[in-house]
C-alpha cells in the first residue's frame, strides 16, 4: 500500500468516524457499503478514494474530516426531510427548474456543501460506486480504445465519467464540460484538470450552447431528474451527437432531494422516455440503493440508479 493510499485512507477514516459519533444508524449502513465495494472492487475503490482525497486537499483546500463530515450528513437529513414529503405526497418537494436554480444552484454557499457532500458519497454509497464500475467495464467495449473523440459532458458535476474517459481514451480530440453552476464547474476542473486546445469548460445553459462539430461521446450523468422536461434535453443531445455517436445518461428513480423536479417511478419509465426520444438504448444496468430486489425497490419507492448508453435511432 503506498503512502498515498494510506494518507486518502485515513482520510477516510476520519470521516466515518466523525459520522459515527453525530449518527450511528447511518453510519452502519456506509461502512456496510465500503466493506462490500473494498473487498469486490479494492483497485478501483482506490482509485476512487485517491481523486476524492485529492480534490479536498488541492491547491491547499485542506477541507477538514469534521466539515466534510458535516456536510454529508445535512445533506442526509435534507434527504430525510425531502423523503418524508415525498411519501407523503407521492411527488417530489422541489417543483420546477426555477425554484431548482433560485434555492440551490444559484446559492454558492448551499451549492458548496452539497457539492462536498455528494462528492463523499461516491465512495460511501454502493449504487454510486457501482454505476462507475460498469461505466468503466461497457466503455472500453462500446468505444474504440484508439478513438479520437470528441467528448461532450453535460453537468458534469464532479466530472468523474469524464475522467474516466480521458483516462482509457488518450486520444481523445476535444473535451467540452457544461454546466449552469459555476460552483459545479470549478469542482469539475480539479478533477479534470486542463490541457490547452483541449480541454473547455462553459459555464452556461446546454440550451444555450451550439457546437459546428458533432460529438462521438456524450455525458448525461444524472440530469434528468432536475428538469422539468427531460426528454427537451434527449432531443437536444442526439442533434448534438454524430451519426455512429454514443451518449452515456444516469438517472435515478424515487430519488427524493432538494434539486430533484421530475420524479421516474421504475426503471422502464426511465427506458420509455429514451426510446420516445431520437434515440435507442445499446445496453443498460441498474443499481438499487437498498439490499432489495428491484420489484420490492420499485414498490417500497427505494432509489434505483439506472446507466444506459445509447445512440442515434437509424
Known sequence: MTNYTSQ????????????????????????????FVKSNFPNEFYELLGLVYQYYFKDNNNVGASKIAQDYLKMINDYRVDGLYFYKHGKYRCENQQMAFEKVYSNSEIMSYYMNALLISQVLWKHHFNIFIYFQKQLKTILNREAKLKVLDVGPGHG?????VKKNFVNYQKMDLVDI???????TKKIIGYEEDKIKYFNKDIFL??????????????ILEHLDNPKEILNKLSQLLSEDGVVWITTPTNSPAIDHVFLFKNR?????????????IIDSQSFIAEDVDEKTADEKRITN???LFCRKKH
Open 8 to 35: 486518502s485512507l485515513i482520510f477516510l477514516n476520519e470521516i466515518l468516524n466523525e459520522i459515527n459519533h453525530r449518527d450511528k444508524l447511518h453510519s452502519k449502513k456506509i461502512e456496510a457499503n465500503i466493506q
Open 160 to 164: 468523474f465519467f469524464s475522467y474516466l
Open 181 to 187: 453552476s459555476e460552483t459545479s464547474l470549478l469542482m
Open 209 to 222: 450552447f451550439d457546437e459546428d462539430s458533432k460529438y462521438d461521446f456524450i455525458v448525461l450523468g444524472e
Open 268 to 280: 422502464q419509465e426511465v427506458h420509455s422516455l429514451v426510446e420516445s426520444s431520437n434515440l435507442e
Open 305 to 307: 440508479l439506472v446507466g
